[in-house]
C-alpha cells in the first residue's frame, strides 16, 4: 500500500491511522523494514514527514519453506512431501513430519496460523500432499473425500515388467501382525489399483498407477503380487534399492473444491532417476 503525506508530522502516528493492526503491528513493520519513504526503507517511528512525500508499506518477504509449496491460499496448503517423512506424527515419530513442518511453515508469516491433516501419504511415498487452513475447509473435504476426489495418480518404478501393458488389479487386503498388507479370498478389504506402462528398460519399468481405494500400502502389495515390486521395496520384495528410496511417487492429485465447485489440479514433478532407470536400453 502507498500513502501520500498532506501535513506533516512523525512517521509511525502517520501509520497507525492508516495500516490496519495493533499499536505493535504497525511498529514491527518498520522494525522488519517494510516501511519506505520516497522509496527508501525507513525504521525510526519518530521519522519526519513532510507534505507530498510517499509512503509506502511493502510485503512481507516470503517465508523459506522446508519443502516444495505447490499451491497455496486462504484454505488450503498443497505440499510436494519428500519420501522418507511422516504425514503426520506416530508414537515413535511426534516432531519430524509434514504436518509439524507445514504448521512451522504458516506460524512464519501468522503466529497463529494452524495446518488440518486432510488425507496421507506413506512415510516412504513422496508426492502430493493437501492441508487444510482451517476446521471449515478440513471438515468439508474429510466428508466428502471420496466423492471430491477424481484422480490419486502414481508413479511408480518397478523390477522386471508386469504382465500386461496395462490392467487393473481389484483384490480383498489384509495387514498382519507384522503390519505387511497382503490379498486375501475373504475378510479383508477391496482395494483397486490400475496401472499403465509409460517406459521400460532392461531392469526397471515406469508405471503410472491410479487408486479407487486408499488401503494401507495398496499399490506396494498389488505391483510385488504381480511379480514387480517396487524399486527399493525390500518389505514387498525389491531385491535392489538402486535410488536409495522406495520408487512411489504421488504426483497428481485431481478433485473438486467443496465450496466452489470447480475442478482443481495439483501436480509434483517425478523424483530425479524415475525416468533414467526406465530408459529404453539401460
Known amino acids: 500500500m502507498e ?6 508530522g512523525p512517521l509511525l502516528p502517520f501509520l497507525l491511522e492508516r495500516v490496519r493492526g495493533s499499536r505493535n503491528h504497525v511498529k514491527s513493520l518498520l522494525t ?24 509506502a508499506v511493502l510485503a512481507a518477504p516470503r517465508p523459506a519453506a522446508p519443502f516444495p509449496v505447490l499451491y497455496e491460499d486462504g484454505r488450503i496448503l498443497v505440499v510436494d512431501k519428500s519420501a522418507g517423512l511422516l504425514s503426520m506424527a506416530s508414537d515413535r515419530e511426534k ?6 513442518m507445514a504448521t512451522d511453515y504458516v506460524r512464519q508469516s501468522d503466529p497463529r496460523g494452524r495446518v488440518f491433516i486432510v488425507h496421507r501419504l506413506d512415510r516412504d511415498t513422496s508426492g502430493v500432499l493437501l492441508f487444510a ?22 508413479l511408480a518404478v518397478v523390477e522386471g515388467r508386469p ?3 496395462a490392467d487393473t488389479v481389484r483384490t480383498l487386503l489384509r495387514e498382519n ?18 496401472y499403465r506402462t509409460v517406459q ?27 511379480g514387480c515390486p517396487v524399486a527399493g ?21 485431481r478433485l473438486t473444491d467443496p465450496f466452489t465447485g470447480e475442478e482443481r489440479v495439483f501436480r509434483a514433478e517425478p523424483p530425479r532417476g524415475f525416468r533414467s532407470l526406465t530408459r529404453p536400453g539401460r
Do not use: M
Open 95 to 100: 516432531l519430524r513430519t509434514a504436518y509439524r
Open 200 to 226: 521400460s528398460g532392461s531392469r526397471y519399468t515406469l508405471l503410472e498407477v491410479d487408486i479407487d481405494t486408499g488401503r494401507k500400502n495398496q499399490i506396494r502389495a498389488h505391483l510385488s503380487e504381480l
Open 133 to 154: 487452513r482451517d476446521e471449515e475447509t478440513k471438515r468439508a473435504f474429510q466428508d466428502q473425500w471420496d466423492a471430491l476426489v477424481r484422480r490419486r495418480g502414481y
Open 3 to 8: 500513502y501520500t503525506v498532506e501535513a506533516g
Open 177 to 194: 501382525a507384522a503390519h505387511k498388507v497382503y490379498s486375501v479370498r475373504s475378510g479383508g478389504k477391496e482395494a483397486v489399483t490400475h
Open 233 to 253: 521395496d525390500k518389505t514387498y520384495g525389491a531385491a535392489a534399492d538402486p535410488l536409495g528410496r522406495l520408487c512411489l511417487h504421488a504426483h497428481e492429485l
Open 32 to 55: 522488519r523494514g517494510q516501511v519506505a519513504v520516497d522509496g527508501k526503507t525507513v525504521t525510526r517511528h519518530d521519522h519526519p514527514l513532510t507534505p507530498g512525500q510517499r509512503v
Open 163 to 165: 504382465p500386461r501393458e
